[in-house]
């Protein structure tokens, strides 16, 4: 056959049309099904249909279930206490003792030196005095405050788990995001996917193309 002919058959030109046809309808429609997730974000109404986004609809809902998948199966009150090491805690003890200590050791002064001018007789230096007791105190009152840690921290899980719910905080937060900014976060973090499934939804719709071309030129004749 000619090669000008086999460019001019009517055959070469309907098999070029379908393969376009057919991937520039899957590549539409993939990449309408993904912005119909978030738009229109209000209810948009033609005769008796009414149209509005998967997301932006069902924001409420979303919201209720991704909050109890993320304190049922993910992450609790409880857990994120019980990550709190013993050890953690210890220097911040130690950091609140020695911030308080000046003002104790003043208040302990001023009440020996009051004390003392009721006595006669009494010589002994409130600040020799006071040192000493208060270096013993902070030993003793920092060792008993750290063998008491793991149950600070168990109590301080059962009273936070009383309080606080994971499970409202999740849909606090989803119901009152605007949904601008819930697209801008979705886009960022599936971007990539998303193009590879509109991309997927041309070439699927290519290879759709061929076989009705295929079907419609051998098969049924």
């Known amino acids: 056959m000619n090669p000008e002919h086999f460019f001019l058959h009517p055959l070469l030109h309907s098999f070029i049309l379908s393969a376009f046809m057919g991937g520039l309808i ?51 009150v409880e857990e994120l206490i019980k990550k709190v090491e013993p050890a953690d805690v210890e220097p911040i003890i130690e950091e609140m003792m020695k911030k308080n200590r000046d003002q104790i050791e003043q208040q302990i002064k001023d009440y020996i030196a009051s004390f003392a001018k009721k ?50 905080i999740v849909i606090e937060k989803v119901c009152n995001m605007n949904l601008i900014k819930l697209e801008s976060l979705f886009n960022r973090i599936a971007d990539r996917e998303m193009a590879m499934i509109i991309r997927l939804g041309g070439v699927l719709g290519v290879i759709v193309g061929i076989g009705q071309w295929a079907i419609q030129n051998f098969l049924l004749q």
Request: with cysteine; net charge positive.
């Open 26 to 76: 899957g590549w539409v429609t993939n990449w309408l099904a993904i912005k119909a997730l978030f738009h229109p974000q209000q209810p948009w109404k033609f005769l008796f249909f009414e149209f509005q986004g998967l997301l932006p609809k069902r924001q409420k809902e979303l919201a209720c279930n991704l909050g109890k998948i993320v304190e049922g199966e993910l992450i609790s």
């Open 119 to 168: 006595i006669p007789f009494f010589n002994l230096s409130a600040d020799t005095l006071v040192k000493s007791v208060m270096d013993r105190i902070e030993k003793e009152l920092c060792a008993v405050l750290k063998k008491q840690i793991p149950l600070m921290l168990d109590r301080a899980a059962e009273k936070a788990s009383e309080k606080i719910s994971v499970q409202e």
